[in-house]
């Protein structure tokens, strides 16, 4: 005959595994076939690879070309309402492209309504030398905001140059050093 605690732990490492089989934890069919731990439910397709990138991609171009026709405090030259070279050539660009003419020209606010309002009368002025006939501009809060002094140039000197690790964004990149990234300097004895 078999002694108690024998029957106990027999008893329990039985009851142990059926609730193992029942609760899902050895298979991946779950209670009933259904599978809990399932990203997809059965049956369904899930969407094809890369689709998240792809939404997120368009999700960024269709901000950046929201901000193309936003004029921000920078674009103006100081506390004034006369626009900088570069904000007219881009609105040229814009007018050019048909976009000044398909989405409004928002201005960021300066905390002067009476800044906004000239700058407003110049920008439209400044579309309507370009040709566009009845321009939207409005005073609005951009959705991408400009960055401080500081920041921007750090930013902008990290596009177009080479950058070491004292500057720029991101990690830092190592200036390439002589033809084809191939270094040229003497080394004597050793692996560098």
Known sequence: MLNKPKMIGLAATSLAFALAT????????????????????AGAIPEPAGSKVCNWQTAQVTGAVADQTVLYNADFIGMSAELSPGATERMARNANSGLAVTQPS???????????????NAV??????????????????????G??????????????????????????????????????????????
């Open 106 to 120: 928002l201005i960021e606010p300066s905390g002067n309504h009476e800044l906004d309002v000239a700058r407003v």
């Open 22 to 41: 029942t609760v899902g934890c050895t298979s991946r069919g779950g209670i009933l076939g259904v599978d809990r731990c399932a990203d997809i439910p």
């Open 147 to 192: 960055l401080r002094g500081p920041q921007a140039e750090r930013v902008a000197s990290g596009f177009g140059a080479i950058r070491n690790s004292s500057s720029g964004t991101g990690a830092p990149i190592s200036q390439p050093s002589g033809l084809g990234g191939q270094s040229f300097g003497s080394q004597v004895g050793g692996i560098f």
């Open 124 to 145: 439209v002025g400044q579309l309507a030398s370009f040709g566009i006939t009845s321009p939207v501009v409005e005073v609005s809060t951009p959705a991408a905001l």
